[in-house]
T-cell receptor, first 110, second 110 residues
Framework: DTAVSQTPKYLVTQMGNDKSIKCEQNLGHDTMYWYKQDSKKFLKIMFS???????INETVPNRFSPKSPDKAHLNLHINSLELGDSAVYFC?????????FGSGTRLTVV | TQLLEQSPQFLSIQEGENLTVYCNSS?????LQWYRQEPGEGPVLLVTVVTGGEVKKLKRLTFQFGDARKDSSLHITAAQPGDTGLYLCAALSGTYKYIFGTGTRLKVLA
């Protein structure tokens, strides 16, 4: 039973399109995150929600909009995709401790 | 800007050798974690250290938090091919946010 699951695993899309990535955790954690991992494997935080409330919003273009319908779900919507958005996006959850990560969504913008 | 520098960036060794990976910063952190990430997967938490000078062992892996809580090391004894992966340190920055290091890619050859 997967603890943090995100879909889709792979996403290939054209520039200018709008796409969403979904994330669900069944660990009962209060806090969820979106991280972006670039081609050099550097992980950078984008957003965090605690009990459906946005608590971290790093310097991210406003084309990226997170949504948390409940504390088990955190989705990421991206408008007007650009080539530079190509990366692996990880969802994670935590309960005042270490993160549990999903297996990532590899986004390729062509 | 807080930065966690890891060294070396890449490491390729033979099975049975020992190795040490370093994570350094100019900032003081209240806790530090180490993760291992395998291709196509999210990072998996290995350990959390919170006390300056703390040493934790996980089978053949030994983790140390520096006395001043600015740096950490990961030592692997008798490396095995299964240890191959990307090793990431992460430090707590604020209440909810961990910032990640630059990563060390380890390859253990059989």
């Amino acid at each position: 039973d997967t603890a943090v699951s995100q879909t889709p695993k792979y996403l290939v899309t054209q520039m200018g399109n709008d796409k969403s990535i979904k994330c669900e955790q069944n660990l009962g954690h209060d806090t969820m995150y979106w991280y972006k991992q670039d081609s050099k494997k550097f992980l950078k935080i984008m957003f965090s929600y605690n009990n459906k409330e946005l608590i971290i919003n790093e310097t991210v273009p406003n084309r990226f909009s997170p949504k948390s319908p409940d504390k088990a779900h955190l989705n990421l919507h991206i408008n007007s995709l650009e080539l530079g958005d190509s990366a692996v996006y990880f969802c994670a959850s935590s309960q005042m401790g270490g993160y549990t990560f999903g297996s990532g969504t590899r986004l390729t913008v062509v | 800007t807080q930065l966690l520098e890891q060294s070396p960036q890449f490491l390729s060794i033979q099975e049975g050798e020992n190795l040490t990976v370093y994570c350094n910063s100019s900032s003081v952190f209240s806790s530090l974690q180490w993760y291992r990430q395998e291709p196509g997967e999210g990072p998996v938490l290995l350990v959390t250290v919170v006390t300056g000078g703390e040493v934790k062992k996980l089978k053949r892996l030994t983790f140390q938090f520096g006395d001043a809580r600015k740096d950490s090391s990961l030592h692997i004894t008798a490396a095995q091919p299964g240890d191959t992966g990307l090793y990431l340190c992460a430090a707590l920055s604020g209440t909810y946010k961990y910032i990640f290091g630059t990563g060390t890619r380890l390859k253990v050859l059989a």
